[in-house]
């Protein structure tokens, strides 16, 4: 890059900025950060992560973490099962010893280590960003709540499904899938509720009926079992169906009825939790989503291409995203060069992954007699081999 000292602010420190971040200081370049969080870790970060081979490792591996990722993940997470509604397993899946395709890691995880390895001060937190404007020729003011403003060369959206950088490239907006979720947890599961343990194993479990309802739960570090009791369903459900979001009995009564026809054993699942259930609805972008390129600003991870996590792609292409762009403003001539390299490419990686993922959630919440089988993970797992091994040949093709 000719501009040794361009002035680069990535928006949002989740798994997409923070991973462009380290890479772009890997390669010499300097970079803020801008949060909206206090502190790394002052929220409940959500569930667990699988990060594939062929997206998030490649990206793991250009930020030198791919060691330190492998020392914490859980390759034994990488379990399936799928039961119908009454707990009958209708498949299943043990990964075989040394599978490393999909390992998984506790997002809380995943975001300390890539944090600690930002030099110190990179990231600001407590600046929720509120508005961008164009002051021309690629410049650009970010402005935060509080009032604090800073300018850059290069502002990179990596401020998730409600970006604030992505109108200034497209008016694109979240559409509601028609799934809305309750985010629940059992927290020393293999003594405190070993029933649950023995229902969803070492990884993940898979359950629905053929009626749009669902119970998905994944084994997480510290013997916490976390997941989604899902259902088809408008963000305002619990207006029409009298239920108090803050009252835990009142979601539970609710639940009991609405999974009435589920077995006890699968019932204990949905309302057994400990602490309070967490609302929450699918969402994802019109998809496949380009845009015409804006000189001085850009979109990776969710900003760009949120997508219904049936497929497990957001995290790893949001990082994957991070990566790339980062090496392609080491490379390239200028900043607007990389960001439309970049963008040629993420747009080609994306738009496919997002249709089938969104399609994927519609299939697996249909009213149907045909249970809907997930895909055959060893398959899944050699595809994932397979095409890092490609995405590697590419790679080493491009850079000569
Ligand atoms: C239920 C569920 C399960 C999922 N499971 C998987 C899975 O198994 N595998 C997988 O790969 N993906 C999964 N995903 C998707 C994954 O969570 C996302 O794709 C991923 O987190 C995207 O990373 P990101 O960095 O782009 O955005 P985010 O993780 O959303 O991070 C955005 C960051 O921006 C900050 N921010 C937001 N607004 C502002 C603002 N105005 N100013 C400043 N900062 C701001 C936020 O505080 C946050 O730190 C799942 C998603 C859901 C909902």
Known sequence: ????????????????????????????????????????????PGGTLDLHADSGQIALAD???????????????????????HGTVLAEFTPGPGDEAAPE??????RRLLFDHLRPGTVRWGHRLVRVTPLGRGGHRLEFEGGTTVEADLVIGADGAWSKVRPLVSDAAPQHLGVCFLDARFDEVD???????????DGH???????????????????????????RAAPDWHVGAGVDLTD????????????????????????????????????????????????????????????????????????????????????AAG??????????????RSGELAVSSNEALVRFFATTDEPDLPPDPEQE?????????????ERARRAG
């Open 1 to 44: 890059m000719t501009n040794s000292t361009p002035r680069i602010c990535v928006v949002g420190a989740g798994p997409a900025g923070l991973t462009c971040a380290r890479v772009l200081q890997g390669n010499g370049i300097g970079v803020t950060v801008y949060d909206a969080d206090d502190a790394v870790d002052s929220r409940d």
């Open 63 to 85: 930020a030198g973490l791919l060691d330190a990722f492998m020392a914490q993940a859980r390759p034994e997470g990488q379990a399936k099962a799928r039961r119908d509604h």
């Open 105 to 110: 890691i506790d997002r809380g995880r995943l």
């Open 191 to 201: 003594s405190r509720h070993p029933e649950v343990a023995g229902i969803v194993g």
């Open 205 to 231: 479990m898979f359950s629905n009926d053929n009626d749009g309802r669902a119970v998905i739960l994944q084994r997480n570090g510290d013997g916490v079992v976390r997941g989604y009791i899902a259902f």
């Open 248 to 331: 835990r009995e009142s979601i539970r009564s609710h639940l009991a009825r609405e999974f009435g026809h589920w077995s006890a054993a699968m019932r204990a699942l949905i309302v057994r939790n400990d602490g309070d259930y967490v609302p929450r609805s699918f969402w994802a972008l019109p998809a496949p989503l380009t845009w015409e390129h804006v000189p001085g600003v850009t979109l990776i991870g969710d900003a760009a291409h949120l997508m219904a996590p049936f497929g497990g792609h957001g995290a790893n292409l949001a990082m994957l995203d991070g990566a790339e762009l980062a090496h392609a403003v080491s490379r």
């Open 335 to 348: 900043l607007d060069e990389a960001v439309a390299q970049y963008e040629s490419g993420m747009f080609a």
């Open 381 to 393: 797992h050699r595809d994932y081999l397979a095409r890092a091994e490609a995405y590697r040949q």
